[in-house]
């Protein structure tokens, strides 16, 4: 099973950017998607952002990742 992370771009430079989520930070590759922006949601699996996502979306997503991860605990 794969899955696949919304993260927020916070900085871009060519075909990298560095995207937050959870306050944790991380340089992935933007080349598969096209115009990617500051502040814009991005799914990420291993390291590439797949998917672009509207901000309700990634928000709605990462409650329920969220969710999970304090029901692990």
Same mark, same amino acid.
């Given at each position: ?11 871009? /430079? ?19 998607? !096209?115009?990617?922006?500051?502040? !814009? ?10 998917? /672009?996502? !509207? ?7 990462? !409650? ?10």
């Amino acid at each position: 099973m794969c899955l696949a992370v919304p993260y927020k771009i916070i900085s871009k /430079k060519g075909i990298k950017a560095i995207a937050d989520v959870f306050g944790i930070k991380k340089e992935i590759d933007i080349r598969i998607l !096209d115009d990617v922006n500051v502040n !814009d949601y991005v799914l990420v699996h291993a390291g590439f952002a797949i998917q /672009k996502l !509207d901000q309700e979306e990634a928000k709605t997503t990462l !409650d329920l990742l969220r969710e999970i991860s304090e029901e692990s605990v």
